[in-house]
Structure formats: structure tokens, C-alpha cells
């Protein structure tokens, strides 16, 4: 039966149909006469249902109708559009910072089975980094992990045809590109000999830093550079939409951990001062729980074997996504996420309070259309329906130009994150699916919200006093004007709560 | 199901239905046609009946419905439904099927 319906989308379909109902009730109307048949017009309205596509054309003729509308008053549409796209936007920048930060996963092959490993001395509540003997025992040795690479982050000058750049690099190892399942986008990526002293060591380039730096250009694989001094070879690039590990600035370039023995040959046998941030990736079937208690088990026995990694009482492992930026961070960074996105919502609010306002100005005009309209027969869900309609079409547009604005906020924002002495790191705000979910969500909660106010007023207008007193009859006088003032102080508040916030953590930014 | 009951006598067109179903309800079922329209129109984008433009006796012209054969069917189905209807509130009622004679 919806195959039937289908058709009836076309419009020259439609008419024929109405054409032939018309014809067929004329033929019938002189057969049998007008007054047997009774009310024609009414047979003729309920008939249609069966053809036509009542409920999407009526939905459709609302849209329109408050397309035009907007049109119409194009001060009103601008106004209404850039409170709400400001909101919006703001909103959604912040909360593409978030999920920046903490909730996009790696691009790597099965991010959340990743895990950090944290170990802490006895008695201290901050978190140590491992040396690398003791990376590679519990490597070598822990049942409940596929695998397990280490890395460490430095800054060395980067000199490549004697022009040199700081560059944020991670010192990685051998398993490190392969446990995370990258391919590289030129060349190769860095291997095993990472963890053998070699004389050209061979270093990664970042792919967002090949791009600026030396703007793509593939032959830039077996040159020879100086990394701090020491001579390199550059191997490959890694893949586009890798950053690193290192959930706050870019990494650059990938270099072997044999660079880090270079300047210090008891890298590979000192334990007990850390070195190496260890991720490690979970076997599949195995949860979080069950690899802490293997690595507890490993870690005593790791203790009775040497004397120095008794130090470590304990190993936490976290999920790697909250263990950003580090695993300090675990305990705070929910907290910080939702201060943020609290924040987020307050400019939205306030936003959503400008717009009502506007909109209840606006609303009073309308008082007039909506009685003619009720009267005329209208159902009240039916008006209620069309005031939805050109709210949610005013917070699409509003959603719409939010995005734009909250994109060009986020470049603004990540060169605010940017710390006076990392010159060169770049943050990836860049939007993905999650951010325009939220935008989208954002704005259509913003347009029921506010839709819900003058639609409210208009169930409860009284058509008699409306269409006699041309309108300045209940919304108008005393009570409207006290949830007025409300609306204000509210709007008022919001706005210092969230000037002061602002400041102070611009103030933080800056000290940090 | 009337409507299709009384098209399975032969084709008639919207008016003809109605008075058909009258006048064999001796005058006790009169439908009225802004019903009865509508639902012929549903019975169509069903697929039970069918319409043609045909030239009545009269000389005029008017849309003929006639029953198809999956229209048939589902009389036949409509029918049955009915009668265990109808045999159900004769329990309830409290008249065993066929005492109801009188």
C-alpha cells in the first residue's frame, strides 16, 4: 500500500487524482442529486487523506510559511540568527576543545583497548614514568598485554640543510608505529632498530610538520639532518591524521629511544628513575581489571628480582583516553570536562534568554495572526506546530552560522593554548562527527526552548480579548513585565558569571 | 464489508453503493455518502476494488466500482471475522448459536 502512496509525491499525479475525484463526484451529484449526497465537500476532504501526504505537506507548508516570515522581517531573522549562532558557536568551541582533549580517540588501530600504565611510589600521589629496563620486563613479561611500547617527549633543534627548528618530538620505540597499527604516508615508519645504538638513527617526521615545514616534499626521505647535534636520517612521514601520544601539542618527529642512550648510556640499564610514558594495549577478551591485577602480580615479582623497582608499590592502569595529558590528570580531568562544558551550556542559556526575549516582543505582533488563524479553524496543535516550525528553522540557521563561528574559534582558541615556550606546537581542534552532533543538538534544544515560550502564550491566549482588544489585552501589561526583568538579571548574571570565569582562566592559561 | 458485499453482486458506481446498501437493510443501514466516499476510496488504494469511468443507463457517466479478486479474498475473510463476531456475543448475551429463533 505505501508503494501506491509513493507516487502520489508527484504533483502532476496529485492533480489527476483531484481531477478525477472532482469529476466522479459532479457525475454522482447529477445522478443523484445534491441534497442525497449531503456535504460533497466534506467526502471530498476526508478522500483525500487516502492520496495525499496530509501530515509532510503540512509540515512543508509551515517550513515555507516560516522561511517567509523570516524574510519578511529580515531585521528580526538577523538578530535572531547571530544571538543564537553566537551562543551556539561559543559552545560548540569549547566543546570541540573537550573532545580535542579528552574524548576523540587515537586515530590507531582500536584506540579504547589502549592503556596507560602508571606507576607510583609508595607514599607519593604523582605518577612516575618507567625506566627502560623495567619497560621491557613488564613487556616482556605481563600476560594480560598484547603488546606495550614506550615513549618519552623532548624538545632537540631539528637542522635540516642547517635551518634549524625546535621540534616537539617523541622519543619512541621499536614497537610503537607497528602496536598502533599505523602505515606511514611516505616512506617508513620507524622499526625494532629503534632500541639498538645505530649511527644513523632514523626519525619520523610528523605529517602536519612535513607539511609546513618543508611543504610536502617527498624528497625529504633519506636526507640526512642533525637532531640536536647528533646525524639522522629521515626516513618517513607519519600518517595524516596522527598527532602522537601526547594529547596536548603536536608531535613533530619521531626518533628512536637509542637517541635518548646516546646522550646518557644508562638509559638502557638504570632502573628506577622513569623515563618512558608506557602505553600498552589489552588482549582482546581481557578487561581493565584483570590487566591491573596482572601487572600487580608482575610488579611484585619484578620487585623481588631487583631491589630497585620495589620503589613502585603500586601500577594503575588507566584507559589512555583519560589518562590525557598524563596520568596525574585521571583524577581531575572530569572535573575540568565538566566545568567546561558547563560553561558551555551557561553561554548557551544566555543565549537561549536573549532570543526568548526577542521573540516575546515579537510574539505580542503575532497575537492578532494566530486568533484570526484559530478562529478560522485551526487547531491549537496545529499553530503550536507552525511556532515550533519557525523556531527550530531560526536555531538551524543559528546552528548553521554556529559552526562556522565556532571553526574560526577554534583556530583562534588553539593558538591560545599555545605556552609562551612551544613555539611551535598545534593543537587539532579541528571539528569531527561529535562536534556536529553537539552543534546540532545544541541548536535544536535551543530552538524547542525557546519555541516552548511563545507557544505557550499563544495555547493561552483568550481569542475574544485578543481580536476586541486588538492584543494589548494579557501577554502586555504587569506579569508580562515582571518575567521580563527576570529574563534580564538572568541574562545579566549569566553574562558576569561567565566574563569572570573567562578571566580567571585566561589568568591560569598564563601563569601555567 | 458492505461496501464490498454489494459489489459482489456486480459493479455499481459511489451513489448506487449507498442506496444499494438502504435499500437491502430495508432502510435500516443509510450511510451516509461522505462516509461512504472516502472509505471507497481506501478500499481502492488497497487494491480490493477497482474504478472505470462507464456510461450508466441513463446516458450519463459515472465511476463503476467493481470487486477484484483480491477483494474477493478478503470479503471472504471479512465474512468469516464477522460471524465469529457475531457468535461471540451470542455467548456473552447468553443464547447458545441458533436458539435464537424465536
Given at each position: ?38 456535504n ?63 574524548l ?58 642547517d ?66 647535534g ?37 638509559f ?21 581489571r ?5 601487572l ?40 575540568m570536562?565538566?566545568?567546561?562544558l ?48 519557525e523556531?527550530?528553522l ?119 | ?44 488504494a ?45 455467548l ?11
Amino acid at each position: 500500500m505505501i508503494w501506491r502512496r509513493l507516487r502520489y509525491l508527484f504533483p502532476s499525479r496529485r492533480r489527476a487524482e483531484e481531477r478525477d475525484m472532482q469529476e466522479e463526484l459532479d457525475a454522482l451529484a447529477q445522478i443523484g442529486g445534491k441534497r442525497e449526497l449531503g456535504n460533497l465537500t466534506l467526502a471530498a476532504e476526508n478522500a483525500r487523506e487516502t492520496w495525499q501526504w496530509t501530515s509532510l505537506e503540512a509540515a512543508v507548508t509551515d517550513v515555507r510559511y516560516a522561511a517567509r516570515g523570516l524574510r519578511n522581517n529580515p531585521g528580526f531573522a538577523a538578530v535572531a540568527i547571530a544571538t543564537l549562532a553566537v551562543g551556539i558557536g561559543a559552545n560548540t568551541a569549547i566543546f570541540s576543545v573537550v573532545n580535542s582533549l579528552f574524548l576523540r580517540p587515537l586515530p590507531v588501530q582500536y584506540p579504547y583497548r589502549l592503556v596507560v600504565l602508571a606507576p607510583r611510589e609508595r607514599g607519593s600521589s604523582e605518577f612516575h614514568d618507567l625506566s627502560y629496563p623495567d619497560y621491557r620486563d613488564y613487556r616482556d613479561h605481563d600476560g594480560a598485554f598484547s603488546d606495550m611500547l614506550g615513549f618519552a617527549l623532548g624538545m632537540p633543534g631539528l637542522a635540516v640543510d642547517d635551518r634549524p627548528d625546535r621540534v616537539l618530538t617523541g622519543y619512541v620505540t621499536g614497537n610503537y608505529f607497528s602496536m598502533l597499527g599505523l602505515q606511514p604516508a611516505l616512506g617508513r615508519l620507524i622499526g625494532s632498530e629503534a632500541e639498538m645504538p645505530a649511527a644513523m638513527p632514523a626519525v619520523v617526521l610528523g605529517y602536519n610538520y612535513w607539511q609546513r615545514r618543508f611543504n610536502s616534499d617527498s624528497r625529504i626521505i633519506g636526507k640526512t639532518a642533525r637532531l640536536d647535534g647528533r646525524a639522522i636520517t629521515i626516513v618517513g612521514v607519519a600518517p595524516k591524521r596522527f598527532h602522537g601520544t601526547f594529547s596536548l601539542a603536536e608531535t613533530d618527529a619521531y626518533a628512536p629511544v637509542s637517541l635518548l642512550a646516546a646522550s646518557d648510556r644508562s638509559f638502557w640499564t638504570r632502573r628506577g628513575r622513569g623515563d618512558l610514558r608506557v602505553i600498552a594495549r589489552l588482549k582482546p577478551g581481557m578487561s581493565l581489571r584483570q590487566g591491573r591485577a596482572s601487572l600487580e602480580v608482575t610488579a611484585r615479582r619484578l620487585g623481588e628480582q631487583s631491589p630497585e623497582t620495589s620503589k613502585y608499590t603500586s601500577m594503575e592502569v588507566y584507559p589512555e583516553w583519560r589518562a590525557r595529558p598524563q596520568p596525574d590528570a585521571v583524577g581531575s580531568a572530569p572535573a575540568m570536562v565538566c566545568t567546561f562544558l558547563a560553561l558551555a551550556s551557561v553561554v548557551l542559556l544566555v543565549a537561549c534568554v536573549n532570543l526568548a526575549n526577542i521573540l516575546r516582543a515579537r510574539g505580542k505582533t503575532r497575537e492578532t495572526e494566530m486568533a484570526v488563524r484559530s478562529a478560522l479553524g485551526a487547531a491549537r496543535s496545529r499553530l503550536a506546530r507552525q511556532l515550533l516550525t519557525e523556531n527550530v528553522l531560526l536555531a538551524a540557521w543559528g546552528g548553521a552560522v554556529g559552526i562556522l563561528i565556532s571553526a574560526l574559534m577554534s583556530r583562534a582558541l588553539s593558538s591560545l593554548f599555545t605556552p609562551i615556550d612551544l613555539p611551535m606546537v598545534q593543537l587539532d581542534f579541528r571539528p569531527d562527527w561529535r562536534v556536529f552532533v553537539y552543534a546540532f543538538s545544541a541548536a535544536l534544544l535551543a530552538g524547542l526552548i525557546v519555541g516552548l515560550g511563545p507557544v505557550r502564550s499563544a495555547w493561552r491566549s483568550n481569542l475574544n480579548i485578543v481580536l476586541h482588544e486588538g492584543g494589548r489585552g494579557l501577554s502586555g501589561g504587569r506579569r508580562g513585565g515582571r518575567s521580563r526583568n527576570v529574563l534580564v538579571v538572568t541574562q545579566i548574571a549569566a553574562s558576569m558569571v561567565l566574563l569572570v570565569a573567562a578571566g580567571l582562566f585566561m589568568r591560569s592559561l598564563e601563569g601555567a | 464489508m458492505l461496501a464490498l458485499r454489494t459489489l459482489h453482486f456486480g459493479p455499481l458506481h459511489g451513489y448506487g453503493i449507498a442506496k444499494a446498501i438502504r435499500s437491502t437493510s430495508n432502510e435500516m443501514l443509510n450511510i451516509e455518502f461522505g462516509s461512504l466516499y472516502p472509505a471507497l476510496k481506501r478500499l481502492e488504494a488497497r487494491g480490493w476494488i477497482a474504478s472505470k469511468w462507464e456510461t450508466s443507463a441513463h446516458n450519463r457517466r459515472a465511476k463503476y466500482y467493481r470487486l477484484t479478486s483480491a477483494g474477493r479474498k478478503q470479503l471472504t475473510r471479512e465474512r468469516s471475522k464477522w460471524a465469529e463476531f457475531v457468535e461471540a456475543i451470542a455467548l456473552v448475551m447468553g443464547s447458545a448459536p441458533g436458539e435464537v429463533e424465536r
